[in-house]
């Protein structure tokens, strides 16, 4: 039975990341959600921010198509100031802009990976760390169903 959530994504997009070599980028690694307390910076985390389905095609009764848009981002920490961040999230933007995302067998198709934005912020207390949020819509065609 097929996962509909957006856990096929995520799958994907880790084995883009161990396949692109971006560990030795961000040697603190990527994480989903929440990275371990004692995280080596720099590192990455990856969070839905969103998902929502958007259209639902029909084939006469039995069979019907459903799409869904994710919003994805990764999210970087660095401690060595805004221009590694900077750097790091381009890092990122260079593997992942429009990539030939494959999902596991039945789990449908990606139809669109884009960027949507890239946003840096300083760490109020400690300078020389930055976090750089560089998020993505994502449009997945889910496989036909048949009621």
């Given amino acids: 039975m097929p996962r509909f959530g957006s856990g096929a994504i995520l799958y994907a997009v880790n084995k883009r990341w161990t396949d692109m070599k971006m560990n030795t ?15 080596k910076m720099p590192y990455c985390v990856l969070n839905v921010a969103a998902e929502t389905p958007v259209m639902r095609t029909s084939n006469g009764d039995f069979d019907r198509t459903e799409y869904s848009r994710v919003l994805l981002d990764f999210v970087v920490f660095h ?7 900077t750097d790091a ?10 990539p030939d995302l494959v999902l596991q067998t039945g789990e449908g198709t990606v139809l669109e990976f884009r960027w949507v934005s890239s946003t840096p912020v300083q760490h109020p207390e400690i300078t020389s760390v ?18």
């Fill in 130 to 147: 930055w976090t750089y949020t560089v998020s993505y819509d994502v449009l997945r065609q889910r496989p036909d169903i048949i009621n």
């Fill in 89 to 98: 999230s381009e890092a990122i933007r260079l593997k992942f802009d429009n």
């Fill in 79 to 85: 401690q060595n100031g805004l221009q590694a961040a």
């Fill in 25 to 39: 980028i961000f040697t603190g690694g990527l994480h989903m959600g929440t990275a371990p307390k004692d995280t």
